[in-house]
């Protein structure tokens, strides 16, 4: 039992090693040979564009609806939130502010962050994100081929988005850059972290706060009610501009939660672990860096090395 667990322990520490030397490399890479490495992270986004693109030259689903219907029959208002308002809302201030974090922890916490490849990261998880709410939205718009509130007149001025109302894309598209945006806040300032918060950028400090929770409330409201709150208000305007029901903004909400998700989860680790607020690879050469044998980590592996250990501990008792 007790050699099983140090080679099972050795192993761990030859990862960390690996892992150390490899974040070490990471450093010395520019932003270009970054994404070269995550090619194939890159192609999947450009298939699922094309997807997209090729999706919108289908034939819209040919669905009942009663001409004297008055749900169909609201006048045309024009949009509150502009397609442009939307990507900017969606993508360009996301993206914006991912730059500032970046540069505030490369002013922190000085040439020990990585901002390239955490950059490169947030920037491939928020392109991620609209691939596949973009994709998820196209589709269901064309096969359910729902009449807007306003589709009776649209249609009447030959608007070809006449009867793609469910679900609202200018929601779902908010919902999704507005969900990795909450995410990515939330895990680099600390919102959930046992560390407290902003508890990254006070680790050049000497001296740890006595109460490392305080401030974490408004601190919240800002990462994560704040872009809910923005997203929220596009999907109302929705709304009010009769272009949508209730539910073809509620299922885009849904869409953008669920693909702000994904994408920011596929780069990013779970807000609430060790080290979120790194990106998933330089997380876990930290964690293992914290704990070389990986003992206290929750694995098939590690709960053997436990078992062993406490085999071990039983025998020399014994």
Same mark, same amino acid.
């Given at each position: ?71 169909? =029959? ?161 999907? =109302? ?9 209730? =539910? ?71």
């Amino acid at each position: 039992a007790s050699e099983r667990a140090s080679e099972r322990a050795s192993e761990q520490v030859d990862a960390g090693a690996m892992d150390e030397e490899a974040k070490s490399a990471l450093s010395r890479r520019g932003m270009l040979s970054i994404a070269a490495s995550y090619i194939l992270d890159w192609i999947t986004v450009v298939v699922l564009v094309a997807v997209y693109v090729a999706v919108d030259f289908t034939t819209v689903e040919a669905r009942f609806f009663n001409i004297t219907d008055p749900e169909l =029959a609201f006048p045309l208002r024009g949009n509150t939130v502009s397609t442009l308002m939307m990507i900017i809302i969606g993508f360009g201030v996301p993206l914006a502010i991912s730059v500032i974090v970046e540069i505030i922890f490369a002013w922190r916490l000085g040439k020990s962050w990585n901002w390239q490849f955490d950059l490169h990261h947030a920037t491939l998880g928020l392109i991620q994100t609209h691939a596949v709410g973009l994709l998820f939205t196209n589709c269901i718009k064309r096969f359910v081929g729902r009449v807007r509130p306003s589709g009776l007149v649209r249609k009447a001025e030959g608007d070809k988005d006449w009867n793609l109302s469910y679900v609202s894309g200018h929601t779902s598209f908010c919902f999704a850059g507005m969900t990795f945006l909450a995410l990515y806040l939330s895990a680099k300032f600390g919102i959930f972290s046992d560390d407290g918060v902003f508890a990254a950028l006070r680790r050049t400090k000497t001296s740890p706060r006595t109460d490392p929770y305080r401030g974490t409330f408004p601190a919240a409201v800002i990462c994560l009610c704040l872009p809910i709150a923005l997203s929220t208000y596009v999907g =109302a305007t929705r709304l009010t501009d009769y272009a949508h029901f209730f =539910a073809d903004v509620n299922g885009g909400a849904g869409v953008g939660v669920f693909a702000g998700i994904i994408g920011y989860h596929v780069v990013f680790p779970a807000v609430s672990v060790d080290h979120a607020h790194l990106c998933r690879p330089l997380a876990r050469a930290a964690r293992i860096k914290d704990d070389p044998t990986g003992i206290h980590e929750d694995t098939p592996n590690t709960s053997a090395i436990r078992q062993d250990m406490h085999e071990e501990a039983v025998i020399d008792a014994v």
